[in-house]
Every structure is written in C-alpha cells, then in structure tokens.
C-alpha cells in the first residue's frame, strides 16, 4: 500500500510538470492541436481552467466557441472569471492601481491642459475606494469629451495594462494580467514550440507564465515621458538623431516610435545585476487595493528604506507567523522568507519580501536572480549627517543623469482622422508633436511633494495648437494655466540613474542651474538665461527662476501638491555655503556637521598669506561702452573692381576655402574624392555680389544678412542674433526660421542688440589681410580695475576677454556622414536634408551651453569646439562596406563665439569643472561611446584628438588653476559675497 502511494504522488508530480501533454489530456482535442505547447505553470496545467472551450470537440470552431478572451483570457472584460476567480485577493488590488486606471496620468494630463473639473477619471468607470477608505466613483475617461480626454485616448492610453498594444516595436504588450506575466518579445511573436502559431502575432514570446518580470517588460511602457526604464539601463533616446549605425540602420538600438537609444551610464543597482522587481514591491506595482492620484502615493519604497539615513538605520520587523506576506511573497524566490527573519519595512512600515538584516547587514535577494546584495547602510557617516541636508532627497545628490525634455509642442487637428485606443474607432482629430531640447545634467532641484529637495523635470512645457474641423487654427502655441497663470510645468521626478557617486558640492552650491535658473550668465546683482522660451525673451526654457537686480521671481511652475521652487531666503543660504566651500571641499569636513558660522570667515583669510597678485591701477582707465557706430555708407564704383586693391579678397579663405578643402581632402578624400564638390560647394566667394549690392553703377556696404547666407547653423554667424542650431532629427524641426532652418531662442550678443552690425568690427581690410577681425575687445573696452575679475592678474595675462564674457556657443560632438548605394534603408533615418542626395549627415550631439577651453595660437585660454569629429560609414545595398561608424579626424578649434555678454559664468565654471577643459573624469562620464560602438571614451576627454589652430589645456596647468591659492580664495569670496548679498529674501 505505501509503496502504491509513492509511485501515485511521483505520478502526479510527473503529471502537474507534463502539463497539457499529459496522459491524462491525451485525448483533449486542445493538445491534439496545440502540439509541444509550453506549460504555462506548474500550478496551470490545464487548458480549459483559464481558456475555457471545449477540450472534446473536434471541430475547432466548436472547440473555441465558448472560450473567453481568444488567446488572452486574463483581459480585463474576462480577469473576473479567469484570473480573479483564483486570485481575487491581487484583483481587488491591480483594479484600484494606477497601473490600470491611469487616474494619476489623466489627472496630471488635465492640470497641464485645461485644469481639473472636480471628477476623477479612469480607463473606464467603475467603484474604488480612496486612501482614507472611502467609497471614489471613477468615470470613464471616454466622457471626458475635451484636449485632455482626446490626448490621454488617442496618445498615452496605449500605456494602461487595460489594453492591449500591438504594432509598436519593442513596447507592444497584452492586457490584464499577461501585461507583465506573459511577456512579449520586440516583434510581439511567439517563438515557442507551438507549430500551429509559431511566428505569428500578436502573442507573447512563449505560453510560460512568468510570476517574476523581467526589466524588459518594464521597458515595454515605461520608455516614454520620463523614460526611467531606459536611463535605469544606460540608455538615452534623445538628441543623438539616429547615429552611430549599427548594420546599416539607425543604431545602435531602435525603439517604439521610430526612436534610436545611444549608452549612457547606467544605474548602480542595474549595474550589480538588480531588476526593477528587487527593489519595487507588488504593492508598488499592482497596487495595495487603495486609488491614489499620482504614483509618488502608491509607491511605497524610499532609499532610507535599505540605506538607512543620516540618523537611523534601516527599520525591521520580524516575521511572527507562518502566513505572513514576506512569506508568502517569497515561495518562489531561491531563498524562502521564514519566521524569525528581520524584514526590513518600507516607507509605509510594510515588510519588504526580499530585504532583510542578517547578522546585523542589510541584505537584498534578487528575486528572479537569486543573488544576494548586500546593502551599505550610510547611518552616521559623516557626509550624511552635513547639518542643513536633512531636507535633500538621496537622489538630488546621486542622480546622474536626469532626462529633461524641453518645449512639447503638440497640434491637435480636427481635419485628419486619429485612433481612438479607447473607443477603439477613428475620430476627427489627430496629435503630433515636436520639440525644442533635451539635456542629461545638470538638472534642477525644487521642494517636492513630501517637503523635501529633489530633481525636478519638464512636465510638461506644453504648447499647445489647435487646428479645427473647418481648418482654421483656433489655438496658437497656446501655454495652459496653472493656478490662474499661463506658466510651463516642471514636476518633481526620480530618473531612476543612481550612481554611488555623489553631484559635487560646489556643483550644486555655485552653479546656479542646480537652483533652477537654467543655462545663464551672472552679472553683478542679476542672472540672465542663455536658452529663451520663445514666447518670452526674460524667461528661461530650461529653468524656473530669473533674478533680477537681486529679485528672485518663478515664472514657471511646480507642479504637484506642495510643491514649490526655492525661495529668495533659501538661495541666499545655498550660495552663502560657497564662502566655506572654497577651503573646506570635502564633504567629509568636520566644519558641516554643525551650523555654519560665518563670522570666521575673516579669521580664515587672515591665515593664509597676503595677495600677492600685481592689481591693475586706476589709471589704465575704467569701462567704457562704444557708443552705436555711425554706418559708413561705402559706395564703390563697380568699373574699378579689376583693378582695385579689393581683388585679394578672392586669393582669402572666404573664396578659397583652402582650410576646409584640405581638411576634406585628408580626412574623406580616400573615401570620396568628390566629397567637397558634392556637399561643400555653397558656401564660398565667388564675387563681389555674393555679399555686396547693387546701386546702379556702385557696389554698397554690405547688411549682416548677407553673411548670414554663408555664416550659419554651426558656423559662427547666427550666434550673434541668438541663433543656435537644433538637431538634425526631423523631429526638432520647428519654430523660427531664418536662411532656411529652424533654430532655438538664445541670448543674442550683446554687441547685437546694440544694433551692431558685422562690418563694425570686420572690415575689407582686415578680411584681405586674413585676420578674422579689425578690431579687438581692448579696442573698444578699457578693464575696470573695480571688478574683481579683471583686477586679477592672470587672468588679464592668460585668459582671452571671450573666454569669459562669451555666454554659449554652437557645439556638435560626434559629426557622422553616411554615404548610400542603392540603399533603401536610407528612409529609416528621418534627418533634415544635407548636401548632396547621396549622403546624409548626423551629429550624435548637439550643445548650446559654455563652451569648452582650451589655448590658442596667442597662447591665452580661449573658447575652443570641434571643429569636426568625424566619423564615416559607407553603406551599399543596405550593408555597411567596411568598418561601420569610422573615425577619421577629432580635431579642435580655437574660435570667438559671437555670444558675448557682460555677465560670466562664475568661478567654479572654469576652476572645478575639468571637463570645461577636456580633462573629463572617468568617475564623471555620462555618454558611454564605446558600448555604441565609437572610437572615442568621451568627447570631453583629450586621449586622441587635437586642436588645430593651438592645443588643450595640459593636466598640470588646470591643476595648478584649481590648486585655489590664498588670492584665488579671497577673491572667490568677495564675489560670492557680492551676489549673496544681492539676493533679496
């Protein structure tokens, strides 16, 4: 008898792993068909359980008839009598998450449109229960008959687990249930080992059920608006317009959305092998049974939770009972949870399943992985317990990439036909969108909704344009408002790209884009933006914060409950930190675990020896402006030109172009010969009237919009009129237009706004000559020996006026010509059109900030760009010939920015900032190149470039720069004295 037992449950275990190709379903007309079909579990072994149908029929019709959901019986018009049916503890829960309803998207999408109307909305109606317990009706969001509706149905519903989505390469997935437990792969086709449906699609990959996602899954939805699922992976989607190549096509990934994704740094915890699953719990996930608004309420997890803060160690409770859910939880990690065990809690004093205290260390079990982390626990150390740090995020320091996209510009038009992925019909309207910029770091800080100081992103800077049924635009760019104001939005935000490496003090400390005022230059009481919102020239795009003569004003909002910029009173103490800063750089400083006092500060100078520095006298004269120049009217007679002096102009580089036909012939006449000819050709002086106008029989002085003919896009020229090039990606394709191409809103020259004109300071004579100028910055200005700057030394003997006072510049890194032969796959790389039709041409990135340093012919620190990092693929037949993505030249130049204003940057932009100076550190590299395949580490590291016209900055000499001498320190504080007591509070 007892051996008769042992052969049945060995039986039934065989059976429960055999699955539907058991002896016992041998004759079920659903294996007969469904040959090799995977078991979708151990615990799902038979068909009609979850499919229903008729496992006896013969006939297929009849045997599918009376199956529900067709191949995804978990859909949510079916969960109740399928999945739920077993699970309606994890029903109960996955309806009220935001997963599924979407209320805190549809709240959010209202509040940046048309402002919320006192209803909450979900992906359909039905009854939830609040946080605090009470009965919430949600309507179903096909009601809401407004832009918000109409954008959440037709753009960002195909990111609810309540539909499938199908067609989107890399982001298709199912709904219900097999969202995330029957995963797709890229292609949404099966590749299992069913013969009747292999290849075929929609399906998920295979008929296994997964109980534990991976991060492809995740990756499926979450790649889009804050794309934390790519930067948790090292990858980045913007601003690198469809190069390197990878085979021949956009590389070096592509995914939904006609996007390429390009390496960055990834995120510590992905580094060490975690998936998002090890940190997140299912309570996070598929909700605790609670509707919240927004997801920071429904996640529960924080830093502190594994971590600990500066003040306690991670919080426990120990398991007491056989049933309780970390054990329950844990029945399919390798390591079972068991009572007795210290279970770490979240922020909302739950029990993690998966993080626990074992002999006194806090551990991490890698839920699918099995690996165990252990966490550093960062409770007393002294860098955490810095005295005015209790209010920071961990991740406003250990972020290290933050995706920020800047100007959405969506069009809504009632004349085209759109998807309605709710309704599931066409309707009248169709969304598009374009956008201004994206940038990685630095990002902004604000208070967030739980009162502390974190990262803050765009969400969203929308504007919007409404064209309708009858063609006629009804909204132009129109901006929402926002508590009674017509403001751009940025949102408190977590990137999910964790490094163990921290922002530097002094990066957040003295570099006032941390505070929110974007890119800018600061002049004495007041700090001006460099990239403008085009609807206003006093408002930054990529910030929040102006301040002028010492007011600081918000002119965009926060947008979330409780959420705000930092006030006039906290910026002054955030700058005043500064004043210590400049000796005690360590974090780890004994001085920053109590108040700061700085009343010693006269102390703390008296120490150091006396400034030694030769200081500029009175009499070399002060600040003077040039007033307008008076217009020459130059009139030439245009018989005299054969035999007038002016002809040298065409033996000159504007008509000779004999820099750049030597640099073409070096680096890509191997490869083309007829390269220049074919791309370059448009650009140079041919006669006199390529730049002068006719007046009858006399040629007249030249306007500056004849320059501008030649001197555009990325070459200097535009950046005079505030002008910055965008990307070559179609999708940046838009806004104001001059000589033919879209450009960003900059901060014009200061010299331009004057109403100077180019001939003010270039002159026939100088060009014949071939200097660049006739006139230079000590021509026309006399330094005042008042300003600390320029009572400095060094500064007047080694440093160029520009390489202060030139607030951006043009910048490209990473420049890629890809040359087709009977080539199709050229339509995959949607870019702007370039020279000639056989080519297009790519910058992997495209910069409008300060410019890099290095040293020009003169010897003096100068303003300093690529002037090509070329790389060249030839591609025929659709497949690269050669070595894909080749570098052929990373060289330099030394050049004048045409962007000067009157304000700097401040100190620390040059003397703690080595990758100003091409002296980038491993520790600091965000864009990884060489997981994209490139020959370069990083553009902003010297190894294997050069520069043509003089050289980068020798390591020892920016050491020596950054050393901050007794002078150096004495002169940084009294500046940032100057500005701090300039703040208004």
Not at 308 to 318: H, L
Not at 595 to 621: I, V
Not at 736 to 763: I, N, R, T, W
Not at 971 to 978: D, G, I, Q, T
Request: glycine letters at 8%.
């Amino acid at each position: 008898m007892f051996r008769f037992r042992i052969i049945f449950i060995l039986s039934a275990v065989v059976f429960l792993f055999l699955g539907c190709n058991s002896a016992l379903f041998s004759k079920s007309t659903c294996v007969s068909c469904h040959q090799d079909l995977e078991l979708a579990s151990a615990s799902h072994g038979n068909c009609v359980d979850c499919h229903k149908g008729d496992p006896k029929a013969k006939d297929k019709e009849i045997s599918h008839g009376s199956m529900v959901g067709s191949k995804n019986p978990s859909a949510p018009e079916f969960w109740e009598q399928t999945c739920g049916k077993c699970h309606p503890y994890q029903l109960a829960r996955v309806r009220a998450s935001l997963m599924y309803t979407n209320a805190g998207m549809i709240k959010n999408i209202q509040n940046t449109w048309e402002g919320e109307d006192g209803e909450r909305y979900g992906t359909g109606a039905g009854t939830v229960f609040s946080a605090n317990g009470l009965a919430l009706e949600l309507k179903g969001v096909s009601r809401l008959n407004n832009l918000s509706g109409e954008l959440y149905r037709k753009f960002c519903s195909q990111c609810h687990i309540g539909r499938e989505a199908n067609g989107k390469y890399t982001a298709s997935h199912s709904s219900g249930c097999a969202t995330c437990h029957f995963p797709y792969n890229d292609t949404a086709t099966y590749q299992g080992n069913d013969l009747t449906v292999k290849g075929k699609w929609p399906y998920s990959a295979d008929h296994r059920l997964d109980p534990l996602p991976g991060n492809d899954v995740c990756l499926r939805c979450h790649n889009r608006s804050g794309r934390m699922a790519l930067s948790y992976q090292g990858l980045n989607d913007g601003n690198n317009s469809m190069v390197p190549t990878r085979n021949g096509f956009p590389g070096p990934k592509m995914i939904s959305g006609g996007r390429n994704v390009t390496h960055i740094v990834e995120d510590v915890h992905f580094s060490k092998g975690m998936d998002c699953i090890d940190c997140h719990t299912s309570r996070d996930v598929m909700g605790d049974g609670y509707a919240y608004e927004n997801m920071y309420l429904q996640t529960e997890i924080r830093c502190e939770d594994c971590h600990g803060s500066g003040a306690d160690r991670p919080a426990f409770q120990e398991i007491t009972r056989e049933n309780d859910a970390a054990v329950r939880e844990s029945k399919r990690y390798t390591l079972k949870m068991r009572p007795g065990m210290k279970m770490v809690t979240t922020g909302k004093g739950r029990k993690y399943a998966n993080v626990f205290y074992e002999s006194g260390d806090v551990y991490v079990l890698g839920k699918r992985s099995g690996e165990l982390y252990k966490s550093p626990v960062i409770t007393g150390t002294p860098e955490h317990t810095i005295v005015g740090h209790e209010r920071m995020a961990c991740y406003a320091c250990h972020s290290r990439a933050v995706p920020q996209c800047y100007g959405c510009h969506t069009r809504y038009d009632r004349t085209k036909l759109g998807r309605d992925y709710i309704k599931d019909r066409d309707t009248l309207g169709k969304f598009s969108e374009t956008e201004d910029w994206r940038k990685l770091y630095p990002f902004p800080l604000a208070v967030n909704q739980r009162g502390k100081i974190s990262p803050v992103t765009p969400g969203c800077q929308t504007f919007v344009t409404v064209i309708d049924s009858q063609g006629q635009m009804i909204k132009d760019e129109y901006i929402a408002e926002f508590n009674g104001k017509n403001r751009l939005r940025f949102a408190p935000f977590y990137s999910h790209n964790t490094g163990k490496q921290a922002v530097g003090c002094t990066e957040c400390h003295a570099d006032p884009n941390f505070l929110g005022f974007g890119q800018h230059v600061v002049n004495e009481k007041s700090i001006a933006a460099t990239l403008l919102c085009e609807k206003s020239t006093q408002k930054p795009l990529d910030g929040f914060l102006v301040m002028n003569q010492g007011k600081v004003s918000a002119v965009s909002a926060i947008v979330r409950e409780n959420s705000r910029p930092l006030n006039g009173s906290e910026i002054k103490k955030v700058l005043a930190v500064n004043l210590c800063l400049v000796c005690h750089d360590n974090s780890k400083d004994s001085i920053y675990q109590k108040k700061l006092d700085y009343n010693l500060l006269p102390e703390c100078l008296g120490r150091t020896r006396p400034q030694t520095h030769p200081r500029p006298s009175p009499a070399m004269g002060t600040l003077s402006h040039r007033s307008k120049p008076r217009k020459k009217k130059i009139r030439f007679p245009i018989q005299a030109i054969s035999t007038s002096k002016y002809n040298a102009i065409f033996d000159q580089s504007m008509s000779t172009r004999a820099v750049e036909k030597a640099f073409v012939k070096k680096y890509l006449g191997q490869d083309d010969p007829e390269f220049f000819n074919k791309n370059c050709g448009s650009c140079h002086v041919r006669n006199c009237f390529d730049c002068h106008e006719r007046a009858g029989d006399f040629v007249v002085r030249p306007k500056s919009d004849r320059c501008l003919d030649c001197h555009n896009g990325y070459f200097t020229g535009m950046e005079f009129y505030g002008k910055a090039p965008r990307e070559d990606s179609l999708r940046y394709q838009r806004g104001a237009v001059a000589k033919g191409s879209p450009f960003l809103k900059m901060l014009p020259d200061v010299h331009a706004q004057a109403g100077m004109e180019c001939g003010d300071c270039h002159s026939m004579e100088s060009l014949m000559s071939g200097k660049k100028s006739s006139v230079t910055c000590k021509d026309c200005h006399k330094p005042d020996p008042a300003i600390i700057e320029h009572s400095i030394g060094t500064h007047s003997k080694n440093l160029e006026c520009y390489a202060c006072h030139s607030a951006w510049a043009a910048q490209e890194y990473g420049t890629f010509f890809i040359r087709f032969t009977d080539s199709s796959n050229r339509e995959y790389f949607r870019l702007r059109p370039w020279g000639d039709g056989q080519y297009v041409k790519s910058g992997f990135l495209k910069k409008q900030d300060s410019p890099p340093l290095g040293i020009n012919e003169r010897g003096k620190i100068s303003p300093i760009r690529p002037q090509f990092i070329v790389y060249f693929t030839d591609i025929e037949d659709n497949t690269p010939v050669g070595k894909e993505n080749r570098l052929l030249a990373a060289q330099w130049k030394a050049f004048f920015p045409h962007t000067i204003r009157r304000g700097t940057v401040m100190c620390d932009g040059c003397h703690n900032t080595p990758q100003r100076f091409i002296l980038e550190k491993e520790k600091d590299r965000i864009y990884q190149l060489q997981k994209d395949g490139m020959a370069l580490v990083s553009f902003w590291d010297q190894r294997g470039q050069n520069v043509s016209n003089g050289s980068f900055m020798p390591h020892d000499r920016f050491a020596k720069m950054a050393s901050k001498g007794s002078d150096f320190k004495k002169a940084y504080v009294k500046k940032w004295k100057n500005l701090i007591r300039a703040v208004e509070n």
